[in-house]
C-alpha cells in the first residue's frame, strides 16, 4: 500500500457565509483526498494586501496517499465547486482560498506549485492558525519551527479567534465503542488493506498475519493432500501465539487494536483442506487454544463475489496462488458465511463489496467504514 504523506493546508474565506465555507471545505478535502487528522481553531483577520471584508481562516493537517499537484488539483476543484472565480489580479475577495503550505519536509518547485508556500512566514493569518496545531514542524527552507516564524513575524494585523469549532468529518465514524476488532474474509478480499487503512487512520494497533512467513503455503498449493495437515497446524500454532502475544501487550498510545484475522479461521480453512480423521484431530486442538483467546468486540467480514476474487488474486500477482480454483474460494466463503451465521454471540457485520473498490476509491472507502460504525 501506498503510505500517506502529510499535508499542512490553509483555508480561509471572506464571502457569504464564511464560517459554512470553511465546514464545506473541509468535509470535501475529507471526501475527496484524505484523513484530516487536525483541524485549528478559526480567527477572524484583516484582509491582506487589499481592501475588503475580515476573511475567516484556519489550518489543518490531512493525511493523503495523493501525489502533491493530485492534491492541488483536488483543491482547485473544491474551490470551484464551492464557487470560487480566480480573476486575473492576485488579491481578491474569495468564497474559500485552499493552499498547500508544507508537505512534510519537502521543496518542491514547479510552475504550478511551489511548497513551501511563498512567504507564509511574513503572514500571521496562516501561521497563527498553523501554529494551534504545528507548533513544532520546521520550514523545510528557513529551518525554523512554526512556532518561531510566529514569534518572529512582523506582521501586525490582529487576529480574533472565532468562539465556534469545525467539526472534524473523520469522527462521524466512531470506533471508540471497540477495543478489539477483526477484518475477516476470503483470499483476496481485501481484509490486510482495510486493517491497515483503519489502523493507519483511527490511531489502532495492528496486528497482521504472518502467513507470509509460512513454508509449507507455497507446499500446499502444489500438492494439497500432502501438506495440508502441516500447513493447518503450522498456521494454528503460528495464529495462536501471535494473537496471544499482540493482544496481552498494552499499548498506551494505541485507541484500539485491528487485526486481520481471527484465529477461527483456522477451523473453517481445516475442514476443507482436512480428511475427515485429520479433522476431528485437529478440531479437539483447535478447541483447547481457542478457549483462552480474547474474542473481538467486532467481526466484520468482507464478503466478494468469486469472480472478483479471483481478479484479485491475479492483480496482486503471488506466484503460488495463481492456480486457486474457482471451487476452493466457493467452499471458503461458505465456510464463513456458515459459521458467523451460527454464531449468536459475536458482534459480526458482513458487508458485501463486490462492486466497491476501497482502496481505489475514496468514496468506497468512507461507504465500507460507515457500514462498520453504524448500527
Same mark, same amino acid.
Request: with cysteine.
Given at each position: 500500500?501506498?503510505?500517506?504523506?502529510?499535508?499542512?493546508?490553509?483555508?480561509?474565506?471572506?464571502?457569504?457565509?464564511?464560517?459554512?465555507?470553511?465546514?464545506?471545505?473541509?468535509?470535501?478535502?475529507?471526501?475527496?483526498?484524505?484523513?484530516?487528522?487536525?483541524?485549528?481553531?478559526?480567527?477572524?483577520?484583516?484582509?491582506?494586501?487589499?481592501?475588503?471584508?475580515?476573511?475567516?481562516?484556519?489550518?489543518?493537517?490531512?493525511?493523503?496517499?495523493?501525489?502533491?499537484?493530485?492534491?492541488?488539483?483536488?483543491?482547485?476543484?473544491?474551490?470551484?465547486?464551492?464557487?470560487?472565480?480566480?480573476?486575473?489580479?492576485?488579491?481578491?475577495?474569495?468564497?474559500?482560498?485552499?493552499?498547500?503550505?508544507?508537505?512534510?519536509?519537502?521543496?518542491?518547485?514547479?510552475?504550478?506549485?511551489?511548497?513551501?508556500?511563498?512567504?507564509? =512566514?511574513?503572514? +500571521?493569518?496562516?501561521?497563527?492558525?498553523?501554529?494551534?496545531?504545528?507548533?513544532?514542524? +520546521?520550514?523545510?527552507?528557513?529551518?525554523?519551527?512554526?512556532?518561531?516564524?510566529?514569534?518572529?513575524?512582523?506582521?501586525?494585523?490582529?487576529? =480574533?479567534?472565532?468562539?465556534?469549532?469545525?467539526?472534524?468529518?473523520?469522527?462521524?465514524?466512531?470506533?471508540?465503542?471497540?477495543?478489539?476488532?477483526?477484518? =475477516?474474509?476470503?483470499?483476496?478480499?481485501?481484509?490486510?488493506?482495510?486493517?491497515?487503512?483503519?489502523?493507519?487512520?483511527?490511531?489502532?494497533?495492528?496486528?497482521?498475519?504472518?502467513?507470509?512467513?509460512?513454508?509449507?503455503?507455497?507446499?500446499?498449493?502444489?500438492?494439497?493432500?500432502?501438506?495440508?495437515?502441516?500447513?493447518?497446524?503450522?498456521?494454528?500454532?503460528?495464529?495462536?501465539?501471535?494473537?496471544?502475544?499482540?493482544?496481552?501487550?498494552?499499548?498506551?498510545? +494505541?485507541?484500539?487494536?485491528?487485526?486481520?484475522?481471527?484465529?477461527?479461521?483456522?477451523?473453517?480453512?481445516?475442514?476443507?483442506?482436512?480428511?475427515?480423521?485429520?479433522?476431528?484431530?485437529?478440531?479437539?486442538?483447535?478447541?483447547?487454544?481457542?478457549?483462552?483467546?480474547?474474542?473481538?468486540?467486532?467481526?466484520?467480514?468482507?464478503?466478494?463475489?468469486?469472480?472478483?476474487?479471483?481478479?484479485?488474486?491475479?492483480?496482486?500477482?503471488?506466484?503460488? =496462488?495463481?492456480?486457486?480454483?474457482?471451487?476452493?474460494?466457493?467452499?471458503?466463503?461458505?465456510?464463513?458465511?456458515?459459521?458467523?451465521?451460527?454464531?449468536?454471540?459475536?458482534?459480526?457485520?458482513?458487508?458485501?463489496?463486490?462492486? +466497491?473498490?476501497?482502496?481505489?476509491?475514496?468514496?468506497?472507502?468512507?461507504?465500507?467504514?460507515?457500514?462498520?460504525?453504524?448500527?
Amino acid at each position: 500500500m501506498i503510505k500517506p504523506q502529510t499535508f499542512y493546508i490553509a483555508l480561509g474565506s471572506n464571502k457569504g457565509d464564511k464560517f459554512k465555507n470553511l465546514q464545506d471545505a473541509v468535509d470535501l478535502i475529507h471526501a475527496k483526498a484524505g484523513n484530516i487528522r487536525q483541524i485549528s481553531k478559526v480567527y477572524k483577520s484583516p484582509a491582506f494586501g487589499f481592501e475588503s471584508d475580515d476573511f475567516f481562516n484556519t489550518c489543518l493537517v490531512l493525511e493523503s496517499c495523493l501525489e502533491s499537484q493530485k492534491l492541488l488539483d483536488v483543491l482547485l476543484n473544491i474551490e470551484t465547486d464551492l464557487g470560487r472565480v480566480r480573476r486575473s489580479k492576485d488579491y481578491e475577495a474569495r468564497v474559500i482560498d485552499l493552499d498547500i503550505v508544507f508537505v512534510e519536509e519537502a521543496v518542491i518547485e514547479t510552475k504550478t506549485l511551489r511548497i513551501p508556500h511563498p512567504e507564509m =512566514e511574513k503572514r +500571521k493569518f496562516v501561521l497563527l492558525p498553523l501554529n494551534d496545531i504545528a507548533p513544532k514542524v +520546521k520550514h523545510p527552507k528557513l529551518h525554523k519551527e512554526v512556532s518561531v516564524l510566529l514569534a518572529e513575524c512582523e506582521d501586525e494585523s490582529v487576529l =480574533e479567534p472565532v468562539n465556534i469549532w469545525l467539526k472534524n468529518p473523520r469522527k462521524a465514524f466512531d470506533f471508540s465503542k471497540y477495543n478489539y476488532m477483526a477484518v =475477516e474474509g476470503n483470499i483476496g478480499a481485501g481484509k490486510t488493506s482495510l486493517a491497515n487503512k483503519i489502523a493507519q487512520d483511527y490511531n489502532a494497533k495492528l496486528i497482521l498475519e504472518r502467513f507470509a512467513d509460512n513454508p509449507f503455503l507455497p507446499k500446499f498449493y502444489e500438492d494439497a493432500a500432502r501438506y495440508a495437515f502441516p500447513l493447518e497446524m503450522s498456521f494454528l500454532a503460528e495464529r495462536y501465539q501471535q494473537i496471544s502475544d499482540d493482544l496481552s501487550q498494552l499499548d498506551l498510545f +494505541k485507541d484500539f487494536i485491528v487485526s486481520d484475522y481471527d484465529v477461527f479461521k483456522s477451523l473453517i480453512f481445516s475442514k476443507i483442506t482436512l480428511h475427515e480423521d485429520e479433522f476431528k484431530l485437529y478440531r479437539k486442538l483447535f478447541y483447547l487454544m481457542y478457549k483462552e483467546i480474547a474474542k473481538p468486540d467486532l467481526y466484520v467480514y468482507l464478503y466478494q463475489n468469486t469472480e472478483r476474487l479471483l481478479e484479485n488474486i491475479k492483480k496482486r500477482g503471488r506466484d503460488y =496462488e495463481q492456480d486457486i480454483e474457482k471451487d476452493y474460494l466457493e467452499k471458503i466463503n461458505a465456510g464463513y458465511l456458515g459459521f458467523l451465521k451460527s454464531q449468536s454471540d459475536f458482534n459480526v457485520k458482513i458487508i458485501d463489496i463486490s462492486e +466497491k473498490d476501497f482502496i481505489e476509491n475514496r468514496a468506497d472507502y468512507l461507504w465500507l467504514l460507515g457500514e462498520i460504525c453504524g448500527e
